[in-house]
């Protein structure tokens, strides 16, 4: 979607725990195997010991605030995405984060789907901010803590590893606020409800949480639920295409006519390095100039917080210089596909 009107990132942060647990102690213990470690692709993750998935939250839209130049109290929205537990059932997250940072002139909410739930978070605050002159703010977080026993983060998938931290991005549609800022030019998405299921297998409904045991793609996906889909061939094809239509349309929205030329950065979900090579690559290699990187080697897969993580990388180091564009590529369970373009704002 193209938006009404301008919106940019304007702070934003990510924050990971000390602690880090390698691929290689993995396999050493016995929880990994080679030939997974090799699909997977991930070196180490973060892992919070000592410290819940709201409280990573916290300390990152604290330094998210810090770099904006704004405190809590000027937060209009904010909305909170995540993947696994957060600590408490039947709690609200989002006004956990709002109350810890001072925000408590916002309308704190939650976005609970999946992976892409940072993705869109960041679309409906935008959308929100880009209908008119007030409000003017919002912030976008997500956490997650993949703990045992609850989750098996370096076997929940045979394609990726699971990492701990917080993220956090701060929205603003004032044009004269102060400093480097990222514009929010398009965000595309596309889905494909059918493919739900590789969530959840064929195991019965269950009626408390985690009443099906530990959550596991590996176990719970057999070939009958693959087939059930369509086959294994299809899922990769249907994946191709909906990456190349979110691309396409986020282009065209943007205004990017020369890829090469006007796309200084290629941003991939931060999940295993055999899908990022089979999904994503056959089309981003038309581009060979482009630069494309994925931080998910030094932090495995953080659920919803792939995007913030990305952008926060993006505004700590400047990447973009005014005028230049990044494509930030988002997967959500095989079933929602994204693509975030930004643009560098320098003045």
């Known amino acids: 979607m193209k938006f009404d009107r301008q919106v940019w990132i304007v702070g934003a942060a990510n924050w990971f725990p000390a602690t880090r647990d390698y691929a290689s102690a993995a396999i050493q213990r016995g929880?990994?195997?080679?030939?997974?470690?090799?699909?997977?692709?991930?070196d180490s993750v973060a892992v919070a010991t000592d410290i819940s998935a709201p409280e990573m939250a916290v300390r990152a839209t604290s330094a998210a605030l810090a770099d904006s130049?704004?405190?809590?109290?000027?937060?209009?929205?904010?909305?909170?995405?995540w993947l696994y537990h957060q600590g408490h059932d039947l709690w609200s997250v989002p006004h956990f984060i709002a109350n810890a940072v001072g925000a408590v002139n916002c309308w704190p909410m939650s976005m609970h789907q999946g992976c892409d739930g940072g993705v869109l978070s960041l679309y409906?605050?935008?959308?929100?901010?880009?209908k008119g002159t007030d409000p003017h703010t919002a912030l976008v977080t997500a956490?997650?803590?993949f703990v045992a026993p609850g989750v098996d983060r370096w076997n929940n998938s045979p394609t990726?590893?699971?990492?701990?931290?917080?993220?956090?991005?701060?929205?603003?549609?004032?044009?004269?606020h102060p400093g480097y800022r990222l514009e929010i030019a398009a965000i595309s998405?596309?889905?494909?409800?059918?493919?739900?299921?590789?969530?959840r297998g064929d195991t019965p409904f269950s009626d408390f949480p985690l009443?099906?045991?530990i959550p596991s793609q590996e176990s719970a996906v057999g070939?009958?639920?693959?087939?059930?889909?369509?086959?294994?061939?299809?899922?990769?094809?249907?994946?191709?295409?909906?990456?190349?239509?979110?691309?396409?349309?986020a282009l065209a929205e943007a205004g990017i006519t020369d890829v090469e030329q006007q796309l200084d950065l290629v941003m991939l979900p931060r999940i295993g390095a055999s899908v990022l090579e089979n999904s994503f690559m056959p089309i981003l290699e038309e581009y060979p100039l482009l630069q494309v990187r994925s931080g998910h080697a030094d932090s495995g897969h953080l659920g919803c917080g792939d995007l913030g993580a990305d952008l926060a990388e993006i505004m700590s180091t400047r990447a973009l210089a005014e005028g230049r564009h990044a494509a930030l590529f988002g997967l959500g369970g095989w079933f929602t596909w994204t693509c975030t373009i930004v643009k560098g704002v320098t003045a």
């Not at 130049?69 to 995405?81: C, R, Y």
């Not at 409906?124 to 880009?130: D, E, H, K, W």
């Not at 990726?160 to 004269?176: K, R």
């Open 31 to 42: 929880e990994l195997s080679v030939e997974h470690a090799e699909l997977k692709g991930v």
């Open 69 to 81: 130049g704004l405190v809590g109290a000027d937060i209009d929205f904010l909305f909170h995405s």
């Open 124 to 130: 409906n605050a935008t959308l929100l901010l880009s």
């Open 143 to 145: 956490s997650d803590r």
């Open 160 to 176: 990726f590893a699971l990492g701990d931290a917080g993220s956090a991005v701060v929205l603003s549609n004032q044009a004269s």
């Open 189 to 199: 998405a596309r889905t494909a409800p059918v493919f739900e299921v590789l969530n």
């Open 211 to 213: 009443g099906n045991g």
């Open 223 to 249: 070939e009958n639920v693959i087939e059930s889909t369509g086959g294994m061939d299809f899922m990769v094809k249907t994946g191709q295409s909906k990456i190349r239509e979110v691309f396409d349309e």
